[in-house]
């Protein structure tokens, strides 16, 4: 049975020093986060998102299928997050760890129980047909805060996909290939992210952004905002550790909005390069069997 | 001695100009390279090819894998556990533990035993390493009874490095100069090197520490030669002040 790592009292010891010295092991400041990279694959709805040496998949898929019975007018939604033994071999497939049911549990208030996609626009014939999109998360590396960046890797996952265009003609469904129509992407209402703080000291008066798995490991106890660009929060979890005085908790909600402005103008900024490198100047240019002489 | 550095990937025709030869000693083969009779030998790792013709030896040098204890490597282990006669010393993560006994320390008897706490640093050499059973560390040479440097390492920070930035480490030509350099402008601090890819420093200032930490894992994650050292030293100088 493999042992997980734990830090060392050398290290313990010196993390907490230089934490009250104002230091941080990686020589970042207390709410300087790690470079964020955020790529897209060359699918719809494939993007890999990494802080630091932190580094997460998802890819999103839709299909047609029945939906549930008590919401004949909802499509289905679906978010599968899965650590997987790559992540760390104490790590077992199909027995779920503390991490992981927080992951899926955080995401899920986050993201579908926030509204964020509109599951009525899935619906294609009440009570029969309906789209289910599932996204899949893949933690591939954990280096501390995997939260915030499968957070981010899943908003930026549902916002880059495209589901193929429908017809409905009296009782007979088409689904077009994206050869014969232009895939449409998903009704999308607001994009939430998780921020996630960290506390240290004594009284958990050191607050630290985005640490490190070492940093992880060592802190006090920790608090995750979820909330939108516009300040709209959709969930605030502090599970267990020691108490945080209410002004730094307060303080630490407005650092949370501009992180989430933060994100937001990335992931536009991305989405907006994508679609961009993808645009070969409409379907007249991607159809023309003409070459440059 | 090799002029200059020859790379192979698994699998790999090794030109018969580059196997050494010795008119009496017999041909050794080390980690990476395996002997395909009749008269083969392929590479099963991708790395630096390095031929020994005093000792007629041929290995591979590769700085990414995972530990595996040897006799007489001096390695930096965490104290897991006491046991009633011996220490549990981690090595590597997820990994079988190590033995080091408590009577492997410098005037260590059944009386004064040494006190470690679990989670405590030790530098330590390897005195067994069998296939199939736990390795064995001592802290105090076996016929001296001297400690020559080993035994628990109080304060200070670990980091872990890869292991072929370790063994360069532990060369004295290696080229790593980013610790020299650092002394060389008078930081003042103490450094151990474990081959299972540990290093330890500590240091009176808490800045020392990190900088040179940081300048050691950088140089070994971006593969720097001597000259980018230098500048990356002079960089974390900079900040320090």
């Known amino acids: 049975m493999p042992r997980d790592a734990e830090p060392s009292l050398s290290e313990r010891t010196f993390v907490t020093k230089a934490l009250n010295e104002g230091l941080r092991v990686d020589n970042r400041k207390f709410d300087q986060c790690r470079p964020v990279s955020l790529t897209f694959g060359d699918e719809f709805g494939v993007v890999d998102v990494s802080f630091g040496k932190t580094r997460v998949l998802a890819r999103t898929s839709a299909e047609v299928t029945v939906p549930y019975a008590d919401r004949p007018f909802d499509g289905v939604f679906t978010i599968t997050s899965e650590l997987s033994p790559m992540v760390a071999p104490s790590i077992e497939p199909n027995r779920p760890t503390e991490t992981e049911v927080l992951l899926s549990r955080l995401l899920e208030k986050t993201v579908r129980r926030s509204g964020a996609l509109d599951t009525e626009s899935l619906c294609l014939v009440a009570g029969q047909k309906c789209w289910s999109v599932r996204v899949d998360l893949h933690v591939l590396n954990h280096d501390g805060n995997i939260l915030d960046a499968a957070c981010l890797a899943v908003i930026a996952s549902l916002r880059h996909f495209k589901r193929p265009e429908t017809t409905l003609d009296g009782e007979v469904l088409t689904v077009y290939t994206p050869a014969e129509r232009e895939p449409v992407p998903l009704s999308w209402l607001h994009s939430p992210f998780c921020v996630t703080f960290s506390f240290y000291g004594e009284e958990g008066d050191i607050v630290l952004m985005d640490p490190t798995w070492l940093e992880e490991q060592l802190r006090v106890s920790s608090c995750t905002f979820s909330l939108n660009r516009h300040g709209e929060i959709c969930q605030v979890s502090k599970l267990g550790g020691s108490a945080v005085d209410a002004p730094l908790f307060i303080q630490c909600a407005q650092t949370a909005l501009s992180k989430s402005k933060e994100y937001t103008d990335l992931l536009e900024r991305q989405l907006a390069d994508d679609a961009k490198s993808r645009d070969k100047g409409g379907l007249m240019a991607e159809l023309t069997a003409e070459n440059d002489r | ?241």
């Open chain 2, 1 to 241: 001695m090799a002029s200059q550095p020859m790379f192979v990937l698994p699998g790999d025709r090794i030109d018969p100009s580059l196997i050494p030869s010795h008119p009496k000693k017999a041909l050794r083969l080390g980690p990476g390279l395996q002997h395909a009779p009749p008269n083969d030998i392929i590479p099963t790792l991708a790395g630096r090819l390095v031929t020994d013709h005093q000792k007629n030896a041929i290995r591979i040098e590769t700085a990414t894998g995972r530990y595996v204890p040897r006799v007489g490597e001096l390695v930096i282990g965490t104290v897991q556990r006491s046991a009633a006669e011996s220490f549990f010393v981690t090595l590597s993560d997820y990994t079988a533990p190590a033995l080091l006994p408590h009577l492997s320390f410098e005037s260590a008897t059944k009386k004064t035993r040494p006190q470690l706490a679990p989670g405590s640093l030790v530098y330590a050499r390897v005195t067994m390493a069998n296939k199939h059973m736990d390795a064995e560390l001592e802290c105090v040479h076996p016929s001296t009874g001297k400690s020559e440097g080993l035994g628990p390492l109080t304060g200070g920070m670990v980091y872990d490095i890869s292991l072929g930035f370790a063994r360069r480490l532990m060369m004295s030509k290696g080229g790593i100069v980013v610790l020299d350099e650092m002394e060389s402008v008078g930081l003042q601090f103490e450094t151990a090197t474990g081959r299972n890819g540990k290093f330890w420093v500590n240091s009176e200032n808490t800045k020392t520490v990190i900088a040179v930490g940081r300048a050691i894992t950088e140089s070994d994650t971006q593969s720097l030669g001597a000259e980018e050292q230098r500048k990356l030293v002079r960089k974390r100088l900079k900040e320090m002040s």
